[in-house]
């Protein structure tokens, strides 16, 4: 790790690999074993001492993690990354590492629901509290800043809305007033995106997502700054939220194709977004790439794409909502994303259902929003099966 890429973001993705065994195998093999063996007393002596960089724990580390790892630090520009059990183990273990009880958050408002619940309802048992600013009003950020705030937090672009928010500008916020800046990368995978060039301490990514792309696995990740990953791992290596290794193994393969899935899971819902724009029975339809996202200049400046969640809006509200979900026939009802197979959900009822009315519309999450994951099927007949559910 640290060392700088030699190689293009697709060539790093593929050719990232541990080094071979004495089989001398092409594709890395599974390392599933929870412990590893010492030579004699003094090398265990001396790896428990972390005198030498080594497995001994797989709940510590594993080389399929470590590979899984190493890629993303590539990808994301980062020095030192530990691997979750999931998305929410990584937002989690990475504010527990790092915040003492009466330290004090500043989020976006438009944040993933369960990071939202994490914040409104557990941290306040430890003495944490949270501030929530409005994406569109940066200018609110500093006035929020106490001598208790530690972190700020954001996700770009946001769940289930595809806002946009301004990176740099939130990094040069956190800089001045000496917070860390942690963002949730998920939406973009690092592709898309690498929110370190724009001031960010920390990037996590829900692996669940874009990174397997199959939807096959739970996983997640921290990458950022090596002290600080240096704490979320003394916490990590106790606690116990460790990546397992076939996870691993799993995701370390996927990113091999990051590049190419994320290109056509970008072109189709960019496809699909500008066929829901001259649609009749389509309120309103967001998409970061369309020319009339209200944050388009700063969504091409950010994000090589728009990315694979298209927003929209049936007309006439839930009723009509309602209606749609039911008559959809080949995309999935689910509550993932970022998979190869579309998936619509419905944000109100299923993943922003634990939010407040007010709440979820301070988001911008009306009663009949619709959310696409746009997947890799042929995109005529993704557009097919929304044109018929829409009639
Ligand atoms: C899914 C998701 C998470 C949580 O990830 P899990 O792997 O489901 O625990 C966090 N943030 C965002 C933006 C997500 O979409």
């Given at each position: 790790m640290k060392e700088k890429n030699k190689f293009e973001f697709e060539t790093e993705a593929i050719r990232t690999q541990l080094e071979r065994t004495q089989f001398l195998e092409h594709s890395t093999p599974m390392y599933l074993t929870s412990s590893f063996v010492f030579d004699d007393a003094e090398d265990m002596r001396a790896s428990f001492a972390e005198e030498k960089e080594r497995n001994i724990y797989s709940r510590y580390s594993n080389p399929n993690s470590s590979e899984f790892i190493e890629k993303v630090c590539k990808m994301e520009g980062a020095?030192?990354?530990?691997?979750?059990?999931?998305?929410?183990?990584?937002?989690?273990?990475?504010?527990?590492?790092?915040?003492?009880?009466?330290?004090?958050?500043?989020?976006?408002?438009?944040?993933?629901?369960?990071?939202?619940?994490?914040?409104?309802?557990?941290?306040?048992?430890?003495?944490?509290?949270?501030?929530?600013?409005?994406?569109?009003?940066?200018?609110?950020?500093?006035?929020?800043?106490?001598?208790?705030?530690?972190?700020?937090?954001?996700?770009?672009?946001?769940?289930?809305?595809?806002?946009?928010?301004?990176?740099?500008?939130?990094?040069?916020?956190?800089?001045?007033?000496g917070l860390i800046l942690i963002v949730d990368n998920c939406f973009a995978s690092p592709y898309l995106q690498q929110p370190i060039k724009f001031g960010a301490d920390l990037v996590i990514h829900s692996g669940t997502k874009l990174m397997d792309g199959q939807g096959r696995v739970l996983a997640g990740i921290t990458v950022g700054n090596a002290e600080l990953i240096d704490k979320i791992y003394r916490f990590a290596r106790i606690t116990g939220p460790a990546l397992s290794p076939f996870n691993a193994w799993v995701l370390s393969k996927s990113l091999e194709t990051l590049g190419i899935r994320v290109d056509r899971h970008c072109s189709n819902a960019l496809r699909l977004a500008k066929f829901l724009e001259n649609h009749s029975k389509v309120a309103w339809v967001k998409y970061p790439f369309l020319k009339s996202h209200p944050k388009y200049e700063l969504a091409k400046k950010q994000m090589k794409a728009g990315g694979c969640v298209v927003a929209f809006e049936v007309k006439d509200g839930l009723e009509e909502g309602k209606k749609f979900f039911d008559a959809i026939k080949l995309l999935s009802l689910s509550a993932n994303l970022g998979d190869s197979r579309s998936i619509v959900t419905h944000p109100a009822s299923t993943t922003h259902s634990k939010l407040t009315k007010d709440e979820r519309e301070s988001v911008g999450i009306s009663d009949g929003m619709v959310r696409v994951s746009v997947g890799l099927e042929h995109i005529e007949d993704i557009i097919a099966d929304i044109a018929q559910a829409l009639e």
């Open positions: 020095e030192a990354g530990f691997a979750f059990a999931s998305g929410m183990a990584a937002v989690f273990s990475t504010f527990a590492a790092l915040l003492e009880s009466g330290d004090h958050i500043i989020s976006a408002k438009s944040i993933f629901g369960s990071t939202h619940t994490l914040f409104t309802q557990f941290f306040p048992k430890w003495n944490i509290d949270t501030s929530y600013f409005d994406i569109n009003a940066l200018e609110e950020v500093e006035s929020l800043i106490t001598n208790k705030t530690k972190v700020i937090y954001a996700e770009s672009p946001t769940n289930p809305g595809v806002d946009i928010l301004d990176l740099e500008a939130l990094g040069k916020i956190a800089k001045k007033n």
